[in-house]
């Protein structure tokens, strides 16, 4: 793949993560996107471009974490997942609303988990894939459904008022 291939798949991801950000559970609009047929062939290529591209995406905030050294790694892997996550909500999200849908993007799934599981220290990369997928999946699901990924914003009169009168 030269450059000028690089850039137009670049291209028609981003504008298929534009449209489907309306509705990432929605079937991606390959055919509303100029090119993306030809460029692509089917959805589940597509879906497998986007998962590649979000795994490269995670990676650098995973490889940014733990260039101090830090002892606490589910911390760690707990902070660079949010932050890819907040940076790429869109992707993530279609990433989560897809992946059930075709084979090969349930494998570079449970790839993901796994590696979240060993760089989080949660398994051990000797332990069987089947063992280390569950524990993967475990975690994912905290990280997908715990605390929320940004802090509401306050609306700084109503937080005045709440402090002068608590029960306000």
Do not use: C
């Amino acid at each position: 793949m030269g450059w000028t291939d690089f850039y137009q798949r670049r291209d028609i991801a981003d504008a298929v993560l534009r449209r489907a950000s309306r509705d990432p559970r929605a079937h991606l609009p390959l055919a509303e996107i100029p090119g993306a047929k030809e460029v692509f062939g089917s959805e589940e290529q597509l879906l497998l471009a986007l998962q590649y591209r979000w795994s490269r995406l995670l990676s650098g905030h995973l490889r940014t974490e733990f260039e101090d050294g830090t002892d606490d790694h589910v911390e760690a892997v707990t902070r660079a997942w949010h932050r890819a996550v907040r940076a790429n909500r869109t992707l993530r999200a279609v990433l989560d609303a897809q992946v059930e849908r075709y084979p090969a993007v349930r494998q570079m799934h449970e790839a993901e988990v796994r590696m979240l599981a060993v760089a989080a220290g949660l398994a051990d990369p000797g332990e069987p894939a089947d063992e280390i997928t569950k524990v993967g999946t475990a975690f994912f699901a905290l990280l997908r459904h715990g605390p929320e990924l940004e802090a509401p914003r306050r609306n700084p009169l109503g937080h005045l008022l709440k402090m002068l009168a608590p029960s306000a």
